[in-house]
T-cell receptor, first 118, second 111 residues
Framework: AQTVTQSQPEMSVQEAETVTLSCTYD???????LFWYKQPPSRQMILVIR??????QNATENRFSVNFQKAAKSFSLKISDSQLGDTAMYFC???????????????FGKGTKLTVNP | NAGVTQTPKFRILKIGQSMTLQCTQD?????MYWYRQDPGMGLKLIYY???????DKGEVPNGYNVSRSTTEDFPLRLELAAPSQTSVYFC??????????FGDGTRLSIL
């Protein structure tokens, strides 16, 4: 079974600075997807970024980028130019590739609470 | 676009009562999911469906039932509510291996 570990329960950062959230995972699969979801106080689950394991290039979405280290099974999220609206819980999630079965089920980590301070 | 709609948003139940959490999506997604989120934890999969008439258990299915009679709807049934089922429940949908779209959640308290 796959597991996802987020070792930082809470983090804080000053507005406009950069912060990195850590995520490690355990799997015997070679082909899979990794995600970062954001959950603000409104409780919505919002997709931040997605990485496909067979792609070596790290995914980026505006101020959000990942450092995907497949051999180390590490998938960290970097937020640049942090904004007050980035304050939220951030969840790392794993999904087996559909060709490997699993029906697109997500396995979530416990989350990291990020606070952006003015 | 409405996306994924969950009702109700909040509910308080007494131990032993039953209820159905409703979930509907208007994106013609074939996959639908139910998760629960306990305080300080990530989401855990309760049940999922890959299409109308097809459902399967996730990680934490005990105490719940689901049905999928249409593509749009995926209700979650609690038959005998227990305090351990106090949680926030999320419904999600996706098309194939595309990212899942989540509803706004239902906060359920069982007293």
């Amino acid at each position: 079974a796959q597991t996802v570990t987020q070792s930082q329960p809470e983090m804080s950062v000053q507005e406009a600075e950069t912060v990195t959230l850590s995520c490690t995972y355990d799997t015997s699969e070679n082909n899979y997807y990794l995600f970062w979801y954001k959950q603000p106080p409104s409780r919505q689950m919002i997709l931040v970024i997605r990485q496909e394991a067979y792609k070596q290039q790290n995914a980026t979405e505006n101020r959000f980028s990942v450092n995907f280290q497949k051999a180390a099974k590490s998938f960290s999220l970097k937020i640049s130019d942090s904004q007050l609206g980035d304050t939220a819980m951030y969840f790392c999630a794993f999904m087996k590739h559909p060709s490997r079965g699993g029906s697109e089920k997500l396995v979530f980590g416990k989350g990291t609470k990020l606070t952006v301070n003015p | 676009n409405a996306g994924v709609t969950q009702t109700p948003k909040f509910r308080i139940l007494k131990i032993g009562q039953s209820m159905t959490l409703q979930c509907t999506q208007d994106m013609n997604h074939n996959y639908m999911y139910w998760y629960r989120q306990d305080p300080g934890m990530g989401l855990k999969l309760i049940y999922y469906s890959v299409g109308a008439g097809i459902t399967d258990k996730g990680e934490v299915p005990n105490g719940y039932n689901v049905s999928r009679s249409t593509t749009e709807d995926f209700p979650l049934r609690l038959e005998l509510a227990a305090p351990s089922q106090t949680s926030v429940y999320f419904c999600a949908s996706s098309k194939g291996y595309q990212p899942q779209h989540f509803g706004d959640g239902t906060r359920l308290s069982i007293l």
